[in-house]
């Protein structure tokens, strides 16, 4: 099950996170600084899993990540997740939102925050429960204003 | 109106929006907070207003402003509100700040229900999605028991967008509503079969996440996963099967054998790294679940470990990590196949990456051995010098240590390394885990007495050193290694070199700056330093040397006397004091040594860390019940650094008064001795502290020791490991040396002194004996200790509350509920007016349902077990299912059926093939016996004829003799040739410890058990108590255990065995099928104790219930024999040995005695027997012997019986 979705930037400002278990406002904060501390420690040709997350979840959850540009994509994931599907979920959730965006950068993640945060809400839908099966999701989404097609996904690492 | 619309969103287009947020923000850098605030007034503004859209935008900007910390919690009904508007774009706003912001204590929560279940029977499917999607993070019990039934609905909607979010929510509903998914799951269960792969993968996900935290409520599914297994091709589908498999294995380890071979397809199939490891990662949890005895296994081993090797190997430090982390699994079960690859993790130490440089020390853990922990260590040595970070270096050091004392330091062949290593560590600036280092130097002193001297003059050293004191002032620095070392320099000052010069460096005035527990722990061994120079001062006649050492104390005391920690001044006075005495008795010329190390006689035995937990409580003594009322709590705890070593505690009564004279001091002890021999609570095992007692306290006595002297003993300075390394191989090479020419002179070997009381010497290939002769003392139990394992489950675990049994048919009470005045069918046309107090009053009649349910549930749930456990046996079975068909499951059993069919005679084929192989080598020579038919036939022909004759000839017998006949031959006929005597006791298994036999007989009264009796016979010098069996039940046979145990748990032997002495056991198994011979595993475990300790030790064995074991001995006249034979319902067949040379006699005594026959009629040389088994067959024998040969004929009225014990009677007959 994926406990959270964070994502920001180099200097640990946050850019979109989606908790789903609750948590007070300073607990979340408190998680994102950790988390920002424990990533960016890490040199760009380490391995992108991380143990212990202090605050989420305990010994069996995980933080998977990746390093895009001047952005960390971090799932906080528990061990019932494939780590390589993970790898792959946060690749396909960029180029989704590259397609969106056209080249999307930091700014892109700032100003539509709302939209953004739509892109990867049908992530969060089966993710908010369990996992996303990933060749479901967003072949066609058409959700009120915005429509995004994404291409066929690349095969399995 | 009109104008107060067009007012509004006039407004509006002055209000800010999300992106006028974040840009004003940005332009804030200097006073964020500030402009933040600001914002939150103005969006308090824009709530009042009617406008829905103002709204809107107002809650989607406090949804960014609760992103970034802020809480929003007040805007609860503002987020509701937006929620029920009917635009889309509104809603969604509202679902999302809901889903961020909503929690179980929200208390507005409960006014959504309506509008939920209004949205999630919209016709828009979006709103539907929309309001699961938001659901699924503010979920409630509430709104769970209320909206469940409702979505259950939503599983069966038409578009598979709503059926695939509608099952992954049932997840967060059985959550928090557990009563739901009994009813839920039936329709949970369709959904795995779905025709949208998309839902079909979201139940997958639903079921793996509730079959994670109970796995064996979902056994029963394991036919159904396994069908998806095979037949899906969507790799995310296949990991959550695989990984829920790997969760099911342990509890069943039929699947595992099952699982094997698809899983080992899917390894070599797939190209999916993904995939890949998650099957590997299975199968390695199959193969823990089975036990690793099975040969044909280590192919599959091979296979993971080639695959995981690959993905070390790789570039990608992602396949690297994993790789590394799949292989620790390996190591715990299989640590041979891991060791060869001992290079590789080499290698992954050096890697630039910290997390996979700790994977690879996590690996060596299991990967030294008494060969190479030198290397090993040493190489972990380089990497402390070069680490960087503390965290690693600390994280290196723990492990290094871990990695020498595993187990008891099996691996440990020097100790003189060890210690030195340890001292090497102590250089480490900064480590955290200096309290460590120091449990190690004290448990090795104290527990390896060989190595005391060496021992004590590192720590001298140590002492002596100035680095160490300069770092006093960081808590568990490397400063606590002090502790240790004067610990050890006072209790075994005898050792000493130079005890004077130590004693000088204890008393340095810098001393002080240590932490206090550090401190009173030179205070306390100073005095014991003390005490052995003046013994020797006064044994050389040196008084003026003694008179100069109690000065020294007198002088430097004072310095302890003052310090702040309590501990520490208390000691130091008492010592000044006592000192100050001394020194008076001194003056008088009054030899004092005697009595004051008389303070210090006596030996500190190692306590193991639980023994005082596990010493039982005495009757009628409650520990919880206040002695005195308790005192108000105005008193603060002092804060005492918490002491890190026990001995301190239990350290020494109070000091004795030094002028009692000789005999006051033994009458003393002699009080003393008795009072701990009255004392249950006083550990005493070794009998050295009153042998010490007995003879004069001297040097001498002390246990001579041998250390193998091409070490140096005194070392000047800190020592360096690395020598040990080399001198280590020298060794080696002189022991193998020895040993070719102790060989060459065939002289008995004697057995070396090594006594390891914990582990048996079972290492074989690398018999390495330890530099020293090494005494590891085993740590000390209480008498009588408890077994207790605490229950580590966590009772707040949300998941325990889904532990349910989900195969018994559904309650008519266990509905979800619905809303009362509507029925189910209806239910999705929505109703607003539902009075929210109506659903409150429902509340506690359905607590009081709830109640009753789970008492009906428990009294259920036995008889339901029992069924599915049926079920599953016979989806798991290799052996051809008993004739009646099991009841149909609560699957559609068809599918069952059609996967029975594909797999399991593949199984039983396999089965077949290895008993087939294991039977031809017990009788080789059988194989001419299979000719071409033509042969056989005429064979037949021929028996048939004799057959015949000898019935006619049976005829003929006067009647009078048939009684005589019917009984066993081996009554009669004493001129024959004595028979070795023989026992129906076949050995079982054997170790050091006992000796296990066993027969089994069965008995016509109960028509399907067998009595298995179990001869333990205890050849070791302990007693042996505690025993238990443990037999892994087959599908066929079943041991009969006491009510309520499971079938994991052990049936105690009920006895205890003192040495040499046997006794038998006798357990009921009940076997369901005779007609083929079986084998059981099973496990002995037992408790050895003698005077050194107890250790827990364990025995394999595997008992084999042949066919023969089945039948019974049964005398037959031979009229009725005959009327058998000509019934023609009997199947026959027949076997042939050759090359017996045994007398015919003994031949038939021999059948009689191991296949439980008995002789009908006997004419020259050809007999005829019978037997019935516990079952009613009737098996009857013809045997012939021809000049070399014997041949035996069967009748039976169950032709696999027949066959069976043909061949086993063959096997028999073979060994004559």
Redesign the interface.
């Known amino acids: 099950?994926i406990k959270a979705i964070l994502i920001f930037n180099n200097h640990g400002k946050?850019r979109?996170?989606?908790?789903?278990q609750?948590y007070s406002?300073?607990t979340?904060?408190q998680i994102i600084r950790e988390t920002f501390h424990l990533v960016s420690k890490r040199?760009e040709?380490?391995?992108?899993?991380?143990?212990g997350g202090l605050l989420i979840g305990g010994s069996d959850n995980e933080l998977i990540y990746r390093h895009y540009a001047t952005i960390y994509f971090v799932f906080c994931v528990d061990s019932?997740e494939?780590?390589?599907?993970i790898?792959?979920l946060i690749q396909v959730f960029v180029e989704t939102l590259d397609k969106c965006f056209e080249n999307v950068c930091e700014l892109d993640l700032?100003?539509?925050?709302?939209k953004a945060?739509?892109v990867g809400?049908p992530a969060?839908?089966?993710s908010?429960?369990?996992?996303m099966?990933?060749?479901?999701i967003p072949r066609n989404i058409n959700?009120?204003?915005i429509s995004i097609k994404v291409p066929n996904l690349p095969?399995?690492? | 109106m009109a104008l107060k619309m067009v007012k509004g969103s006039i407004d509006r287009m002055f209000d800010k929006n999300?992106?006028d947020l974040?840009?004003g923000i940005?332009n804030h850098k200097e006073d964020e907070a500030k402009y933040i605030s600001q914002c939150i007034d103005e969006i308090k503004q824009e709530l009042k207003q009617d406008n829905i859209a103002v709204k809107a935008n107002a809650v989607?900007k406090l949804?960014?402003l609760?992103?970034?910390?802020?809480?929003i919690s007040w805007a609860a009904f503002n987020i509701i509100e937006v929620m029920s508007a009917s635009k889309?774009?509104f809603k969604?706003?509202g679902y999302?700040a809901a889903?961020?912001s909503f929690?179980?204590g929200t208390d507005v929560i409960m006014l959504t229900t309506n509008q939920i279940r209004k949205d999630l029977s919209s016709p828009s499917q979006?709103d539907t999605?929309v309001a699961?999607?938001g659901l699924?993070?503010f979920v409630t019990p509430d709104l769970a028991r209320d909206l469940a039934n409702d979505i259950m609905t939503l599983m069966s909607h038409t578009k598979p967008y709503i059926r695939?979010?509608a099952v992954?929510?049932m997840?967060?509903v059985f959550l928090k509503y557990p009563e739901s998914l009994r009813p839920a799951f039936p329709r949970l269960k369709e959904k795995l079969e779905d025709p949208d792969?998309?839902v079909q993968?979201?139940a997958v996900?639903?079921i793996?996440?509730l079959a994670?935290r109970n796995p064996k409520n979902y056994l029963s599914l394991a036919p159904l996963f396994f069908k998806l297994m095979t037949s899906s091709t969507?790799?995310?589908?296949l990991?959550?099967i695989i990984?829920l498999f790997g969760a099911l294995t342990p509890l069943e380890p039929r699947l595992g054998k099952k699982l094997i071979e698809p899983l080992t397809n899917l390894i070599h199939s797939t190209?999916?790294?993904?995939?890949l490891?998650?099957c590997v990662n299975t199968v390695i949890a199959v193969l823990i679940s089975l036990s690793s005895g099975m040969p044909n296994h280590s192919a599959s081993i091979q296979l993971c470990v080639q695959k995981l090797r690959i993905l070390i190997e790789d570039s990608d430090?992602?396949l690297?990590?994993?790789g590394l982390l799949a292989m620790s699994k390996i190591l715990k079960t299989h640590p041979k196949s891991v060791q060869s690859h001992k290079d590789l993790i080499l290698q992954c130490l050096d890697d630039?990456?910290?997390?996979?440089r700790l994977r690879a020390l996590d690996l060596l853990y299991g990967m030294v051995s008494k060969k190479n922990l030198m290397e090993i260590v040493k190489k972990l040595m380089t990497h402390v010098d070069k680490a960087e970070g503390t965290t690693y270096r600390d994280e290196l050091l723990t492990k290094i240590i871990d990695i020498c004392s595993q187990s008891n330091y099996q691996y440990i062949t020097n100790f003189e390394w060890y210690i030195s290593i340890l001292v090497e560590l102590t250089r480490l600036e900064g480590t955290r885990h200096g309290h460590l280092i120091a449990a190690q130097m004290l448990d090795v002193a104290i527990r390896v007495k060989a190595i005391r001297k060496f021992a004590v003059s590192q720590m001298s050293a140590l002492l002596d050193s100035a680095h160490l004191l300069a770092s006093s002032t960081q808590r568990n620095g490397i400063c606590e290694v002090l502790y240790a070392a004067a610990w050890i320099c006072g209790e075994f000052s005898e050792h000493l070199q130079e005890p004077h010069h130590t004693l000088e460096a204890m008393l340095r005035p810098k001393v002080t700056t240590l932490p206090g527990h550090i401190q009173a722990v030179y205070v306390q061994n100073v005095v014991k330093l003390y005490a052995s120079i003046l013994q020797q001062k006064e044994q050389a006649g040196e008084a003026e040397g003694a008179q100069a050492v109690t000065q020294l104390m007198v002088d430097r005391l004072p310095q302890f006397v003052q310090s702040a920690d309590l501990e520490v001044q208390e000691r130091a006075s008492c010592i000044l004091q006592l000192v100050k005495h001394i020194q008076k008795l001194q003056a008088k010329d009054v030899p004092v040594a005697e009595e004051v190390s008389a303070l210090f006689a006596g030996e500190l035995n190692p306590v193991a860390p639980k023994a005082q937990k596990k010493v039982p409580v005495p009757e009628g003594l409650d520990l919880d019940a206040w002695i005195n009322e308790p005192l108000s709590d105005s008193e603060s705890e002092d804060e005492r650094p918490r002491a890190v070593f026990h001995e301190e505690e239990q350290r020494r009564p109070k000091h004795r008064p030094s002028e009692a004279d000789e005999e006051e001091l033994a009458r003393r002890r002699e009080a003393r001795k008795q009072e701990q021999a009255n004392n249950p609570f006083y550990i005493k095992s070794s009998p050295s502290p009153q042998k010490r007692y007995q003879d004069t306290p001297g040097v001498e006595h002390i246990p001579v020791v041998q250390i193998d002297l091409s070490v140096p003993l005194k070392v000047p300075g800190l020592p360096m490991s690395d020598q040990y390394v080399k001198l280590e191989e020298e060794r080696r090479h002189r022991q193998k040396l020895e040993k070719d020419k102790r060989r060459k002179k065939r002289k008995e070997k004697e057995k070396k002194g090594k006594r390891r009381h914990s582990s048996l010497p079972t290492e074989s290939d690398e018999d390495i004996a330890p530099a020293q002769q090494v005494d590891i003392i085993t740590e000390e139990m209480p008498e009588n200790a408890l077994p207790s394992d605490e229950d580590d489950k966590d009772p707040n675990d949300p998941y325990r509350a889904l532990d349910i049994d989900l195969d018994k048919p559904l309650a008519d009470s266990e509905k979800l509920p619905i809303q009362k005045h509507r029925n189910a069918e209806t239910s999705k046309s929505p109703e607003k007016d539902v009075p929210v107090v109506e659903k409150k009053s429902k509340k506690p009649k359905k607590k009081e349902k709830k109640h009753k349910e789970k008492e009906r549930d428990k009294e259920k749930k036995k008889k339901e077990k029992e069924k599915k456990a049926e079920d599953l046996d016979f989806w798991l079975s290799t052996t051809p299912p008993p004739a009646p068909a099991p009841a149909p499951a609560p699957v559609p059993s068809t599918e069952e059926l059609s996967v029975n069919a594909v797999t399991a005679p593949k199984d039983e084929y396999e089965d077949a093939k290895t008993e087939v192989q294991g039977e031809e080598d017990d009788a080789e020579g059988q194989d001419q016996d299979k000719k071409s038919p033509k042969h056989k036939k005429k064979k037949h022909k021929k028996e048939k004829e004799e057959r015949i004759k000898g019935k006619k000839k049976s005829k003929k017998q006067p009647p009078g003799s048939e009684e005589a006949a019917g009984e066993p031959v081996q009554n009669g006929a004493p001129e024959e040739e004595q028979l070795p005597p023989e026992s129906s006791y076949s050995l079982l298994a054997e170790n050091s410890y006992v000796k296990m036999a066993c027969d089994i007989r069965g008995s016509l009264q109960e028509d399907s058990q067998v009595t298995v009796a179990i001869v333990l016979e205890n050849r070791s010098s302990s007693i042996l108590k505690g025993m238990e069996l443990s037999v892994l039940d087959s599908l066929n046979a079943r041991m009969a255990r006491p009510q309520g145990s499971s079938v994991h748990d052990g049936v105690p032997v009920p006895f205890q065995l003192p040495p040499g002495v046997s006794n038998e056991a006798q357990y009921v198994f009940t076997i369901q099928s005779i007609v083929t011979a079986q084998k059981l595993k099973g496990t002995l475990s037992f408790i050895a104790k003698n005077d050194e300790g107890a250790t827990h030790e364990k025995l394999d064995f595997r008992l084999h219930f042949s066919c023969s074991s089945y039948l019974i001995t049964t005398p037959c006249y031979s009229d009725a024999f005959a009327k058998l034979l000509e019934s023609g319902d009997l199947s026959m067949s027949s076997v042939k040995v050759d090359g017996i040379r045994m007398s015919f006699q003994n031949l038939l005594a021999k059948i009689c005695f191991h296949h439980h026959f008995s002789v009908v009629e006997r004419v020259d040389s050809c007999a005829s027997m019978y037997s019935r088994s516990i079952q009613g067959h009737h098996v009857c024998l013809l045997v012939k012997k021809g000049e070399n040969s014997v041949s035996v004929d069967g009748k039976c009225s169950d032709s696999t019986l027949l066959s069976s014990l043909l061949e086993e009677m063959k096997a028999t007959l073979a060994k004559c």
């Open positions: 099950m946050s979109l996170s989606m908790f789903y609750p406002e300073d979340q904060q040199d040709n380490v391995c992108n899993f991380l143990e019932s494939s780590e390589f599907g790898l792959d700032i100003f539509h925050v709302d945060g739509l809400a969060r839908a089966v908010a429960v369990k996992n099966n990933l060749p479901e959700i009120g204003d095969s399995f690492k | 999300l992106q974040v840009r940005r989607c949804t960014y609760q992103m970034l910390g802020y809480d889309f774009t969604r706003i999302l889903s961020q929690h179980e979006y999605g699961l999607t699924s993070c695939k979010k992954l929510i997840y967060k792969p998309g993968s979201a996900n639903v793996c996440e994670r969507n790799n995310w589908v990991i959550k990984k190209s999916a790294m993904s995939l490891y998650e430090q992602n690297k990590y994993l630039k990456d910290e997390s996979i």
